[in-house]
């Protein structure tokens, strides 16, 4: 599972990394539509956790449309229309920005570096998108 990896010192919860990690490999386009995940099993013996951490990862994933799971084919990554940006989506990220962005006040961030930061991250994605695009 090259698109995934795990660093159990960090201060991100396990199952946010393999979700996130996830969500890597679909815009990399290591993880395609239709494809299936390895098994709760298999990934939690794989990376060596606890097979609840991998059930709630895959059970957020679900949740924001990213995979469905079916009983006999596991996991499988959803079409992007499945999890295009919604109402419920912005507010989510207005809800997960704001702490951020409180913190970079309080630090003195400038609202310039602030936007800097945010666009530079962007645009990396974006890139990875597009280069997933033309091949």
């Known amino acids: 599972f090259l698109w995934l990896?795990?660093?159990?010192?960090?201060?991100?919860?396990?199952?946010?990394?393999?979700?996130?990690?996830?969500?890597?490999?679909i815009l990399s386009g290591e993880l395609t539509p239709?494809?299936?995940?390895?098994?709760v099993r298999q990934l939690a013996s794989d990376?060596?956790?606890?097979?609840?951490?991998?059930?709630?990862?895959?059970?957020?994933?679900?949740?924001e449309g990213f995979i469905q799971v079916h009983r006999k084919k596991g996991a499988v990554i959803n079409a992007p229309e499945m999890y295009r940006a919604d109402d419920g989506y912005y507010a989510r990220l207005r809800e997960q920005l704001h702490p951020?962005?409180?913190?970079?006040?309080?630090?003195g961030v400038s609202i310039d570096d602030f936007t800097d930061i945010c666009g530079q991250i962007y645009a990396h994605?974006?890139?990875?998108?597009?280069?997933?695009?033309h091949e």
Do not use: F, M, W
């Not at 239709?34 to 098994?39: A, D, I, R, V």
């Not at 990376?47 to 949740?63: D, E, M, P, R």
């Open 47 to 63: 990376l060596g956790i606890n097979l609840h951490t991998v059930n709630k990862a895959y059970g957020v994933l679900k949740q």
């Open 5 to 25: 990896t795990i660093d159990l010192t960090s201060d991100v919860p396990i199952y946010t990394q393999i979700r996130n990690g996830i969500l890597t490999g």
């Open 125 to 133: 994605y974006q890139k990875e998108a597009r280069r997933n695009d």
């Open 100 to 107: 951020l962005i409180a913190e970079a006040c309080c630090r």
């Open 34 to 39: 239709g494809e299936s995940l390895p098994s």
